[in-house]
């Protein structure tokens, strides 16, 4: 008499299981789903990727992105009606680019969607452009802006690097000799090319160089503006879809500047020839203290029509001219040493001190005698220090070459390699206490 409650709950079972299992199902594939997403709600992106540490890069990327634009141009006004999605794939259609990006708007809202090829592995600067540009939109899509389908969305090339450039300098990340390089091989490239052609358009790697360096100096003179933040925003705002001339819409939006492409290109140039100069709490190299060493070391003076010329075994002759004419001279000296000095290869710190101090205290024979012994032995510091530097450069370079594995045929790759081997898994196991120890030591004698 029990055979027919016993085979109720048996039916109830079979389909209480089932309908578990379906459950199991629907919540294993939602979580399928969620587990390869990571979702950034501040900055407005979604990251699709299977590789957690992927995902995590391209939040911290943008994260980073985004501190630093809001250091530059002030918070985003507004909750932004543009999102951005990135999606990772193993790869792409042969022959496409390895970054794709597609705009939508759909309802009054909008997405930019990114699809990253990893097939070669996680490329800084590839996901770091396409971010900022998004980040960008974000500032100036709002409620009110509404645009016409199918219209041309997007920034110029030379916004993008350009704040890139001025993100890395604001960070320390670039180098001042990039500038003075510029100035120094007569490189530096014309406003009307800044604002129209990309850095793909030059077609090798040192113009592209040239390309960042030139417009980050660009952004960084119309960030030096008053009231640079609000007319950026009016500027941004306006530029999004805009097709008519870059130099009309500069001038429109930063009137504090009374723009014309003289006036801008005059601005720009001050800009540059500031950002080539060495940061006060940066020392020179061996290399460009040895250089300016020895300029400052002689003492240059005209005396009754005649130039006359002091190099540091004559000091003794400082104290047997004519003051009037030798004295000018002699603190003109002192006064480059003591600059070299705050700025000096910390090595040969000590070293310009007593140059420094030579100039004003070798009076008498004994005195020029102990100096000219002392100044031997600096000399010879001198020549050791340069050879070990050298030595240690063709290490570098021998250690550099044996390490790599394969070699790529581009020379984009090269100037590429640094990122790479900050990126890169296979240079992180390469790094051996022995390679590791070595970077020190190039580090004091060459900046990054």
């Not at 759909?106 to 969607?113: E, F, M, N, S, T």
Request: glycine residues 6%; aromatic residues 10%; hydrophobic residues 40%.
């Amino acid at each position: 008499m029990f055979r027919k409650p016993i085979s109720n709950a048996l039916v109830c079972l079979k389909r209480g299981a089932r309908n578990v299992a379906g459950l199991l199902l629907m919540l294993g594939s939602a979580y399928g789903q969620e587990a390869r997403l990571s979702d950034y709600d501040d900055l407005g992106l979604l990251v699709y990727s299977d590789q957690l540490s992927v995902r995590e890069a391209i939040g911290s990327v943008a994260q980073n992105l985004d501190d630093q634009l809001t250091l530059l141009l002030g918070k985003g006004s507004g909750r932004s009606m543009l999102g951005i999605v990135v999606e990772t794939h193993a790869s792409l259609s042969a022959g496409k680019p390895q970054i794709q990006k597609r705009f939508y708007a759909v309802g009054g809202k909008y997405r930019l969607q990114i699809e990253l090829s990893l097939e070669e592995g996680l490329k800084r600067p590839l996901i770091e452009k396409e971010l900022l540009r998004g980040l960008l939109l974000r500032r100036v899509i709002g409620k009110k802006e509404t645009f016409k389908e199918g219209a041309a969305i997007d920034f110029p090339e030379w916004l993008l690097e350009g704040f890139l450039e001025a993100i890395n300098w604001k960070k320390g990340q670039s180098d001042y000799r990039i500038y003075e390089a510029l100035f120094s091989s007569g490189m530096l490239l014309s406003i009307e090319d800044l604002l129209k052609e990309g850095d793909e358009s030059l077609g090798y790697s040192t113009g592209k160089v040239a390309y960042r360096a030139s417009t980050g100096a660009l952004v960084m003179t119309l960030l030096a503006q008053k009231g640079a933040q609000a007319s950026f925003r009016e500027y941004l705002i306006r530029r999004v879809n805009y097709e008519g001339e870059e130099m009309d819409l500069l001038m429109a939006s930063f009137p504090e500047l009374n723009l014309s492409e003289k006036s801008l290109a005059k601005w720009w140039l001050l800009q540059m020839a500031k950002l080539s100069e060495i940061p006060l709490m940066q020392s020179y190299s061996l290399a460009e203290t040895e250089k300016l060493l020895a300029q400052a070391v002689t003492v240059r003076f005209e005396h009754e029509g005649e130039l006359f010329q002091i190099s540091p075994e004559e000091y003794l002759e400082l104290g047997q001219l004519p003051v009037q004419s030798v004295r000018p001279a002699v603190l003109e000296a002192q006064l480059e040493l003591s600059n070299l000095y705050l700025k000096a290869f910390p090595p040969y710190r000590s070293i310009v001190k007593a140059y420094f101090e030579a100039m004003g205290e070798v009076r008498s024979l004994k005195e020029a005698e102990k100096w000219n012994q002392n100044r031997l032995e600096m000399e010879k510091f001198r020549e050791t220090s340069i050879e070990r530097q050298q030595k240690l450069e063709n290490y570098l370079d021998w250690f550099q070459i044996t390490s790599n594995q394969e070699v790529s045929g581009n020379f984009d790759d090269y100037i590429r390699l640094k990122d790479e081997l900050n990126t890169s898994n296979q240079a992180q196991k390469r790094r051996s206490e022995i390679e590791r120890y070595m970077d020190s030591i190039q580090q004091m004698f060459h900046r990054k």
